[in-house]
Nanobody, 123 residues
């Protein structure tokens, strides 16, 4: 199995940027397809972005397309989420998740989860 730890969250003004990191340990990181999800207060956890095991393909939720970029460095066992042009509606706890390929875009398909990192965007 794989253990996941998110970092990089914080408080930022609208229009600002943050970069989240997800550090993995355990079984070979490059074996897993990875995803970012988020959960706002009172709402269900939702898909944000996903990346294949090689990093060759990425997919985004419409709400973040053009503003967020998912990437991974298999040599460093780390995945990233660069978030630009942040909006108050991006405020949520952000989670990274891993699954055995193929990649996927829904919560139930991911087996391994981190503990989450809070992102708060002020208006």
């Amino acid at each position: 199995q794989v253990q996941l730890v998110e970092s990089g969250g914080g408080l930022v003004q609208a229009g600002g940027s943050l970069r989240l990191s997800c550090a993995a340990s355990g079984r070979t990181f490059s074996s897993y397809a990875m995803g970012w999800f988020r959960q706002a207060p009172g709402k269900e956890r939702e898909f944000v972005a996903a990346i294949t095991w090689s990093g060759g393909n990425t997919h985004y939720a419409d709400s973040v397309k053009g503003r967020f970029t998912i990437s991974r460095d298999n040599a460093k066992n780390t995945m990233y989420l660069q978030m630009n042009s942040l909006k108050p509606e991006d405020t949520a706890v952000y989670y990274c998740a891993a699954k055995i390929p193929p990649w996927a875009f829904s919560v139930p398909e991911y087996r391994y989860w981190g503990q989450g990192t809070q992102v708060t965007v002020s208006s």
